[in-house]
């Protein structure tokens, strides 16, 4: 690993750490509001003004983001269409709903999106939906205590989840079109904190931000336990790879413990491993 550089600073709860094919980094900032694009040139723009409680951001096969809160909703060039609102299947639950946390692309542009029903992590059981189209969507599985990060293997085919307040690690596969089937868990509460946003790298290990902690770990396909790296933040949100087989980590969290003036922040350092594909949104 190399050393931790911070990139961008001065932000509440830094969140959504995403790649466009242009070598843009995107986050947000979920307590002030806003999402930001990082250049590699290394200046900052605001792309998204105002929107708070944004955790999800995925890049779009059409250019711009999709961006996740209060609905999810495609941006482009400053315009906004939403995608999927809390309304729109009122019969499938979604009235209660909150908003909508981390997404994730897969290789058809299809988007799975972790729902809130409360910003405590103490709050009652969210879904993982899969957003097929503009008011598409099915719901995968119920019962999730604390939706947070996702990440998709697509040469296994298969799917990981942040339980956050379960401190555990939902993998699943897919059974049909529609349809994903949990398999797995793996536990994260040996190394304390909560295990929040996550990345895949090309060896088919999940690298899982461990929010309270200040490290990320990085879990084997099977579950195990294979490396910690510790962070200059105590409160650790998502981490990213620039993209497919580059070892460019990007790193956010709400804090800096070795700057507290610096507050929430873009961390970036090297590592081994190289980066898994990520797809982009179609919908």
Not at 189 to 214: R, T
Not at 215 to 239: C, H, K, N, Y
């Amino acid at each position: 690993m190399g050393d931790i550089e911070v990139l961008a600073s001065g932000y509440g709860t830094v969140e959504g750490p995403t790649m466009d094919p242009a070598g843009h980094l995107y986050f947000s900032d979920v307590d002030n509001g806003g999402v930001y694009r990082l250049a590699p040139s290394g200046e900052v723009d605001l792309v998204v003004p105002r929107r708070k409680g944004v955790a999800g951001i995925c890049a779009h096969a059409d250019g711009g983001i999709v961006v996740g809160g209060r609905d999810l909703s495609h941006v482009l060039d400053g315009q906004s269409r939403i995608i999927l609102g809390r309304d729109d299947y009122p019969g499938l639950g979604l009235t209660d709903v909150t908003g909508f946390q981390d997404i994730h692309a897969d290789d058809q542009g299809r988007v799975f999106a972790g729902t809130v029903r409360s910003y405590d992590w103490a709050g009652p059981p969210s879904s993982l939906l899969l957003i097929t189209g503009e008011k598409e969507m099915t719901v995968l599985y119920d019962g999730v205590a604390g939706s947070n990060g996702l990440a998709l293997d697509w040469v296994r085919r298969r799917l990981y989840h942040c339980e956050s307040n379960a401190h555990r690690i939902l993998v699943s596969e897919r059974t049909g079109d529609h349809e994903y089937t949990i398999v797995d868990r793996f536990s994260t509460a040996e190394l304390g904190g909560i295990p929040d946003g996550m990345a895949l790298d090309d060896e088919g290990c999940v690298w899982v931000a461990i929010y309270e902690a200040g490290l990320i770990a990085r879990f084997s396909p099977g579950g195990e336990i294979v490396d910690q790296m510790p962070v200059p933040a105590r409160l650790v949100t998502s981490v990213c790879f620039r993209g497919p087989d580059s070892h460019d980590l990007f790193i956010v969290s709400a804090d800096n413990i070795d700057h507290p003036e610096l507050q929430g922040c873009v961390f970036a350092t090297t590592v081994d491993a190289g980066g898994a594909r990520v797809g982009s949104a179609a919908v």
